[in-house]
């Protein structure tokens, strides 16, 4: 794609790593028949080749406005465009740095500001989250039916059994969202990874990843909490941690670019580079180590998996949870149209809530067309919004691989 980039943007940094993205672009509209949104409204610039287009004028100064970011908003940033792009065009990175820009430039109504400032308030900070969804508990029968809906069930109380001091030891990214509404999931890892003789370690100062703040134009704060978490993470390296597990695919795809995003930073680019090398989401890790030998799944027992997009097109870990589940002894049904979006897309389902809707009803109608027993996913804001809309109990993949451990222990 030619460009001309316009003296504003030309000579930063934002601005030189947009224009090779977008010069990488050939116009051949292979993303839109994989883009959610466009198979949804039919509009080309609510497809990804629409937005790049979008961009390209913003940086070009030609004439952006409300328009524009509403088309830039509706973008789930589910990155199915990057897996069928013949050209490799880094669409994600494209779009947060368009988002970015135009944050700056045209104004938001009161209403959205006062919104988003406060998911960027509140979603990171997992004590500011929990006594928010206490009072909304509390409150519950105050609360509109949709609303209502959106509030996670109290999680129980979890374990990850005695914590043993075993020769190796891995890094676990505890979380924000996940710690307080989907505990069970990083106590599952723990279980799991204990049974292969690794050791989860939390680093008590890390915390959110950043990718809040990061997709919601607001790169310098997502900046300060990857600080944080390297720094809460490198006394650990350097005495032999081996790796950084990540249980929630979306924080995997942000400390995997880490490197990346902070490649600038003078004073955190080589330690964010090595950061990244680092990051494993817990299927890569137990793909290469195997399976515990004692997990013994219920036989048949029929499952459907929901990857989630930034397992499958973040991460590019395409039927690997899957092929573990199935060593594991569950039988996984088919999914119709398993590349799509189930709509949830971080803080996508408060903003844009009648497009998630959409987007869940038709997920869940695939999910559900036979009838599992489970169903799975390997994200946390996945997994919260699947279950708003279904009674079919909606767990993290790595719950069933401990449940199985658990059948194989002894009573006592």
């Given at each position: 794609m030619q460009t001309r980039i316009g003296a504003r943007y030309r000579n930063?940094?934002?601005?030189?790593?947009?224009?090779?993205?977008?010069?990488?672009?050939?116009?051949?509209?292979?993303?839109?028949?994989?883009c959610p949104t466009y198979q949804l409204l039919g509009?080309?610039?609510?497809?990804?080749?629409?937005?790049?287009?979008?961009?390209?004028?913003?940086?070009?100064?030609q004439p952006v406005g409300r328009s524009t970011q509403q088309h830039l908003d509706r973008c789930l940033t589910c990155r199915a465009c990057e897996t069928t792009c013949p050209s490799g065009v880094r669409y994600g990175r494209l779009?947060?740095?368009?988002?970015?820009?135009?944050?700056?430039?045209?104004?938001?109504?009161?209403?959205?500001?006062?919104?988003?400032?406060l998911l960027r308030r509140i979603i990171p900070h997992p004590a500011r989250l929990e006594r928010l969804l206490k009072l909304g508990r509390i409150c519950a029968p105050l609360l509109p039916p949709a609303l209502r809906r959106k509030l996670p069930a109290?999680?129980?109380?979890?374990?990850?059994?005695?914590i043993r001091k075993l020769p190796r030891r891995m890094l676990l990214l505890a979380g924000c969202a996940q710690r307080v509404a989907t505990p069970a999931t990083n106590a599952a890892a723990r279980r799991v990874f204990?049974?292969?003789?690794?050791?989860?370690?939390?680093?008590?100062?890390?915390?959110?990843?950043?990718?809040?703040?990061?997709?919601?134009?607001?790169?310098?704060e997502a900046a300060d909490f990857m600080r944080r978490n390297i720094d809460a993470w490198w006394p650990h390296i350097q005495q032999g941690a081996e790796a950084i597990v990540v249980t929630a695919s979306g924080c995997g795809v942000q400390v995997k670019e880490y490197g990346?995003?902070?490649?600038?930073?003078?004073?955190?680019?080589?330690?964010?580079?090595?950061?990244?090398?680092?990051?494993?989401?817990?299927?890569?890790?137990?793909?290469?180590?195997?399976?515990?030998?004692?997990?013994?799944?219920?036989?048949?027992?029929?499952?459907?998996?929901?990857?989630?997009?930034?397992?499958?097109?973040?991460q590019k870990l395409v039927g690997v949870v899957e092929n573990l589940l199935r060593e594991a002894g569950f039988e996984l049904l088919?999914?119709?149209?398993?590349?799509?979006?189930?709509?949830?897309?971080?803080?996508?389902?408060?903003?844009?809530?009648?497009?998630?809707?959409r987007l869940l009803q038709n997920k869940l109608g695939e999910l559900e067309k036979q009838q599992p027993v489970i169903i799975a996913t390997a994200n946390v804001g996945c997994q919260l919004h699947l279950a708003t809309g279904t009674g079919t109990p909606v767990q993290h993949w790595l719950e069933l691989l401990a449940q199985a451990l658990d059948r194989d222990r002894p009573s006592i």
């Open positions: 930063t940094a934002q601005g030189r790593e947009a224009d090779a993205i977008l010069r990488a672009c050939v116009h051949c509209g292979f993303c839109t028949a994989t509009d080309e610039r609510d497809s990804p080749r629409g937005r790049i287009y979008l961009i390209k004028q913003l940086l070009e100064e779009i947060d740095i368009g988002r970015e820009l135009l944050e700056r430039h045209v104004p938001r109504p009161l209403g959205e500001r006062l919104k988003r400032a109290k999680p129980a109380q979890t374990s990850a059994g005695p204990q049974a292969l003789g690794i050791q989860l370690v939390e680093a008590r100062e890390a915390g959110c990843c950043g990718a809040v703040s990061q997709h919601l134009a607001a790169p310098q990346e995003l902070l490649q600038n930073d003078p004073a955190y680019g080589e330690k964010a580079r090595r950061i990244s090398e680092l990051a494993r989401d817990a299927a890569e890790v137990l793909r290469d180590e195997g399976l515990p030998a004692n997990i013994t799944g219920p036989a048949r027992e029929k499952i459907a998996f929901h990857s989630p997009c930034t397992l499958q097109h973040g088919p999914v119709a149209d398993a590349h799509l979006c189930c709509g949830s897309a971080g803080t996508y389902s408060l903003l844009q809530p009648e497009l998630s809707q």
